[in-house]
T-cell receptor
Framework: DVKVTQSSRYLVKRTGEKVFLECVQDMDHENMFWYRQDPGLGLRLIYF???????EKGDIPEGYSVSREKKERFSLILESASTNQTSMYLC????????????FGPGTRLTVL | KNQVEQSPQSLIILEGKNCTLQ??????????LRWYKQDTGRGPVSLTIMTFSENTKSNGRYTATLDADTKQSSLHITASQLSDSASYIC???????????FGGGTRVLVKP
């Protein structure tokens, strides 16, 4: 079974703090994704990566950056957290880019005060 | 604008009853359509993936249908169980650029 893990289930940060969200997958997948999920808006793609050190912007990259130094790990970084970044953050991985089945982690619920 | 609209937003059904969730989309060109189940506080889990040529696909008590001409899909849950209480998300993948568009989901509550 594919396992995608995220470093924290719940996180509370203050405005202006730098926030790191970590995601690890154990199936040697090339592709990894970060989404945020907000009520009524569905999942929205922030960034994705199709290889180590490679990244592509998704639909809402503003205020976020990512890092992929190793194949199994994909990090989402909020350089200066703001209250409108309070959300559920979901990481996913897939074998075949965006057309392959995506396997999701459990999510991190981030609250920015 | 490529969109995926799901209905209803939420529904309550009694255990053992059937229900059908709807997904209408405008995404074009079409690659495939997926249904995910998301339990509260968990990440989505794939139920079915359907390509253009597939009209029906089942996964246990879940049956998805696709009409690519009318750009509509449905997810039918047969003999609902309490564990079916979850959000069900429709996702349409665009062929050009392989972009995924997520619907807002339908929240299902199964009551005993």
């Amino acid at each position: 079974d594919v396992k995608v893990t995220q470093s924290s289930r719940y996180l509370v940060k203050r405005t202006g703090e730098k926030v790191f969200l970590e995601c690890v997958q154990d199936m040697d997948h090339e592709n990894m994704f970060w989404y945020r999920q907000d009520p009524g808006l569905g999942l929205r793609l922030i960034y994705f990566s199709y290889d180590v050190k490679m990244k592509e912007k998704g639909d809402i990259p503003e205020g976020y950056s990512v890092s992929r130094e190793k194949k199994e790990r994909f990090s989402l970084i909020l350089e200066s957290a703001s209250t409108n970044q309070t959300s559920m953050y979901l990481c996913a991985s897939s074998l075949h880019a965006l057309i392959g089945e995506q396997f999701f982690g459990p999510g991190t619920r981030l609250t920015v005060l | 604008k490529n969109q995926v609209e799901q209905s209803p937003q939420s529904l309550i059904i009694l255990e053992g009853k059937n229900c059908t969730l709807q997904c209408n989309y405008t995404v074009s060109p079409f690659s495939n359509l997926r249904w995910y189940k998301q339990d509260t506080g968990r990440g989505p889990v794939s139920l079915t993936i359907m390509t253009f040529s597939e009209n029906t696909k089942s996964n246990g008590r879940y049956t998805a249908t696709l009409d690519a001409d009318t750009k509509q899909s449905s997810l039918h849950i047969t003999a609902s169980q309490l564990s079916d209480s979850a959000s069900y998300i429709c996702v349409v993948v665009k062929a050009a650029g392989n972009k995924l568009t997520f619907g807002g989901g339908t929240r299902v509550l199964v009551k005993p």
